[in-house]
């Protein structure tokens, strides 16, 4: 099929893509069916862990009286589709049954147990597509895998994607120097960062953090309701965490980890499938994150205060030269109110149109 119909293809499912939520355990996936003759015939994207996959939504969307259709048709999609059994049957399956002839795919799934949908389908005598291999736009490409980067990193590593959030003065200061931090970003930060609560599976602190500011750590939308979707609230540290602790409270589920060890912490989150965790802190928890490597994505939130004395928002990272600084990669400013937030990604992983990481 010529390759603008492919692109304009991948492009839409792109978009259908970015409808689904960023929670949840599984990715963000679009998919557009074109019929033989490069027309658009259904669409669909994946709405979250227990819903049909994005390939069986779109089949789904088939009008009964244009089933026809579908035979020989194109199927793009931004991730390969899956060949295992989950909550849902396999999209590859259900792929070649509608009489779909030809598969193209942005990304490679490295799911352990869903992979190999291209080769199955490859075996079943559909025609399966590695969109840069096949040279559709690589900026649409590129897209895909930004799109996923996380979702794919995470199931690779067997790790969730890790965010670290500081809120700081121009100064670098997350509290002033007597240990009082309320507040010193303004309410469109503040705002900001309930969004981003409500788009992460968990929410990690440590001891420290709930003994000074007793957090809530729910996700509220900006008129004060608790957001639609609650992260799991995790308290790091050995410390006990008080009985009246605003953090024990709903909405939502909260755990004590009683463990310096935040390899195991991810392990454990990772076991229970959540792919996108972010650390809000404090200083010494969010330290060792960074000095052992663990930060995929950080969040600065800097506002136009100055407090001269507190606490940095990191300690010693173990580096006495300028040059052993470690250089993250600017991905996004915004300006919020009065506040600038910089989102950085750790040198370390970045997305490539080869998916590596
Ligand atoms: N502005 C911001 O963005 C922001 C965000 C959060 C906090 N804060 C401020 O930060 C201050 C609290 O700082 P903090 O550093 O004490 O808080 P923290 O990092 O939340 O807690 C530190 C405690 O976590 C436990 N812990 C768990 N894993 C650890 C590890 N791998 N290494 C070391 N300790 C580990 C230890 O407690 P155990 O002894 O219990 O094991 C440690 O004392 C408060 O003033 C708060 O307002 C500011």
New binding site residues.
């Given amino acids: 099929m010529e390759r603008r119909l492919l692109d304009a293809a991948l492009d839409r499912a792109l978009d259908l893509a970015e409808r689904g939520p960023l929670t949840g355990g599984n990715p963000r996936v679009g998919c557009v069916i074109l019929d033989a003759a490069g027309r658009p015939l259904a669409e669909g994207w994946h709405r979250g862990a227990g819903t049909p996959h994005a390939e069986a939504a779109a089949l789904a969307a088939v009008p009964a009286e244009h089933r026809h259709r579908l035979a020989g048709a194109v199927a793009v999609v931004t991730l390969e589709p899956c060949r295992h059994t989950g909550r849902t049957p396999p999209c590859a399956a259900a792929l070649h049954a509608a009489g779909v002839a030809e598969v193209v795919h942005a990304v490679a799934d490295p799911h352990p147990a869903a992979a190999g949908g291209a080769s199955w389908l490859a075996d079943h005598g559909v025609t399966t597509v590695d969109a840069a291999r096949a040279g559709l736009d690589p900026a649409l490409v590129t897209r895909a895998h930004e799109l996923l980067h996380g979702w794919t990193t995470a199931v690779r590593r067997r790790r969730p994607w890790l965010l670290g ?4 003065s121009l100064d670098g200061r ?2 002033a120097a007597d ?1 009082t ?1 309320r507040w ?1 970003t303004g309410p469109d930060a503040r705002a900001h960062a309930h969004a981003v609560r409500a788009q992460v599976d968990a929410i990690v ?6 003994r ?2 007793d957090p809530a750590l729910t996700a509220r939308t900006p008129d004060g309701r608790p957001a639609p979707h609650q992260p799991l609230r995790v308290v ?4 006990e965490v008080p009985d009246a602790a605003r953090v024990r409270r709903g909405p939502g589920e909260w755990l004590h980890l009683r ?2 060890d ?1 390899v195991a912490v991810l392990a454990e989150l990772d076991r229970r499938g959540l792919r996108r965790v972010l650390l ?7 330290s ?1 994150a960074l000095r052992a490597g663990l930060v995929d994505e950080l969040h600065a939130y800097v506002a136009p205060v100055l407090l001269g004395a507190g ?1 940095g ?1 990191v300690g010693d990272l173990g580096i006495t030269t300028i040059a052993d600084a470690a250089r993250w990669r600017t991905r996004r400013t915004d300006r919020l109110g009065a506040d600038l937030l910089l989102v950085a990604t750790t040198p370390s992983l970045h997305p490539t149109t080869q998916g590596a990481a």
């Fill in positions: 959030k500081t809120a700081t997350v509290a240990g931090s010193i602190v440590g001891t420290g953090t709930v000074a500011d790091v540290g050995h410390r463990t310096h935040l809000e802190g404090g200083p010494t928890l969010l060792a606490p928002a």
